[in-house]
């Protein structure tokens, strides 16, 4: 059985890019994933 | 009383209740209110002047800000705006009203990536809930998904 989350294209709008959000991750891991470089360390 | 303290006064009274001043910035009564504070806000949009309106804790009006815009051929509001948005040493609700703000004068593209936070995050909730939606229908249906 494949586990079943839910996706989306991200700010950029297209598929199979790396701001594409999924609900395999929380909210804070895809920010600091995909924006981490827009907040101080 | 400064700019901050007469929107909110004026809107209070022309509109009569407890409304924001950004919520009641479209309607005729406020388009003519700013109409009329325009003249003494582009007379001094300078960083001064920005500075006495726009005190710590109500980033809001950094948004406000973006709507007054610049003065014709000035970019003192834009600078400092993409500054505040670019700050990674503020809060990110202050960065984000900020961006806001650039956004309101066209110029969303200098703070896209801030901006994008915020679209990411509305998109995050919006996964949840169907998430939600169709677990609660696998539920009824008696089908068994893995999470």
Redesign the interface.
């Known amino acids: 059985?494949?586990?079943?989350?839910?996706?989306?294209d991200?700010?950029d709008g297209a598929a199979g890019t790396t701001?594409d959000?999924?609900?395999t991750e929380t909210?804070d891991a895809?920010?600091a994933r995909?924006?981490g470089d827009?907040?101080?360390e | 009383m400064g700019l901050q303290g007469l929107l909110v006064s004026s809107f209070a009274v022309v509109l009569g209740g407890a409304v924001r001043a950004d919520q009641a910035w479209d309607t005729r009564e406020a388009r003519t209110l700013r109409e009329q504070l325009l003249p003494s806000w582009r007379s001094r949009s300078d960083h001064a002047h920005i500075d006495s309106h726009t005190p710590d804790g109500d980033a809001d009006l950094f948004e406000v800000l973006g709507k007054l815009g610049d003065v014709p051929g000035a970019t003192t509001v834009r600078d400092r705006l993409a500054a505040e948005a670019a700050n990674k040493a503020e809060a990110f609700e202050r960065r984000l009203a900020a961006a806001r703000g650039l956004e309101a004068m066209g110029l969303g593209s200098l703070a896209r990536r801030v901006l994008d936070v915020a679209r990411a995050e509305e998109t995050f909730g919006s996964l949840e809930i169907v998430r939600g939606k169709i677990g609660t229908l696998a539920v009824q249906r008696g089908v068994t998904i893995c999470r």
């Open positions: 059985m494949s586990a079943f989350n839910v996706v989306s991200g700010p701001d959000l999924s609900t909210f895809y920010v995909v924006f827009l907040f101080a």
